[in-house]
């Protein structure tokens, strides 16, 4: 079974700072998606950015970026120049990339505050 | 709009007393999905269904019911709910790819706050 695992329960960083959020996870397979997932105060889900482990290169999105590391099992989120709207809970997900039952497992979370 | 629809968003309900939290989708998707999240546990999966009539159990499916009747629809049934299902649920949907590989982006609902006392 997989397992992911968000090590960091809470984090603050100042407006228009730099943060990084840390995943690691627990898998035998080779092929698989990892994504983060931002949880607002809304309770929405919100699809953040999304990798796949057969590319090689780190996914980027806007201010978001993610380090992969395949070989340490590792996948750590970099929010820069933070924002107020970015103060929310952050969810690593995994899913495998073949079979018939998916489903993503998610980490813990970690709850993120953007002050002034 | 694409989207996911629970209802309701909200509710408190008795011990043993039997309710059913809907979820409804308008994008034609084929898989859809049951979380609920619990402090420090993250989301966890309860039940997914990978077309009508086509149901299986997630990682905490204890207590809970669920039916795909109609493709759009997948609703939650708790026959006889306890205060340890007191949580904040949702609901998911997505494109199934190929070989039954479900397309990564996952559409969530608003979610459904559910407490029993």
């Known amino acids: 079974a997989q397992t992911v695992t968000q090590s960091q329960p809470e984090m603050s960083v100042q407006e228009a700072e730099t943060v990084t959020l840390s995943c690691t996870y627990d898998t035998s397979e080779s092929n698989y998606y990892l994504f983060w997932y931002k949880q607002p105060p809304s309770r929405q889900m919100i699809l953040v950015i999304r990798?796949?482990?057969?590319?090689?290169q780190n996914a980027t999105e806007n201010r978001f970026s993610v380090n992969f590391q395949k070989a340490a099992k590792s996948f750590s989120l970099k929010i820069s120049d933070s924002q107020l709207g970015d103060t929310a809970m952050y969810f690593c997900?995994?899913?495998?990339?073949?079979?018939?039952?998916?489903?993503?497992?998610f980490g813990t979370g970690t709850r993120l505050q953007v002050t002034l | 709009e694409a989207q996911v629809t629970q209802n309701p968003r909200y509710l408190i309900t008795v011990t043993g007393k039997k309710l059913t939290v809907t979820c409804s989708q308008n994008m034609n998707h084929e898989y859809m999905s049951w979380y609920r999240q619990d402090p420090g546990l993250g989301l966890r999966q309860i039940y997914y269904s990978m077309n009508v009539e086509v149901t299986d159990k997630g990682d905490v499916p204890e207590g809970y019911k669920v039916s795909r009747k109609e493709k759009r629809n997948f609703p939650l049934i708790l026959e006889s709910p306890s205060p340890n299902q007191t949580s904040l649920y949702f609901c998911?949907?997505?494109?199934?790819?190929?070989?039954?590989?479900?397309?990564?982006?996952?559409?969530f609902g608003q979610g459904t706050r559910l407490t029993v006392v």
């Open positions: 990798q796949e482990a057969y590319k090689q």
């Open positions: 997900a995994f899913m495998k990339h073949t079979g018939t039952a998916s489903k993503l497992t």
């Open positions: 998911a949907s997505s494109f199934l790819g190929g070989r039954g590989v479900m397309n990564t982006e996952a559409f």
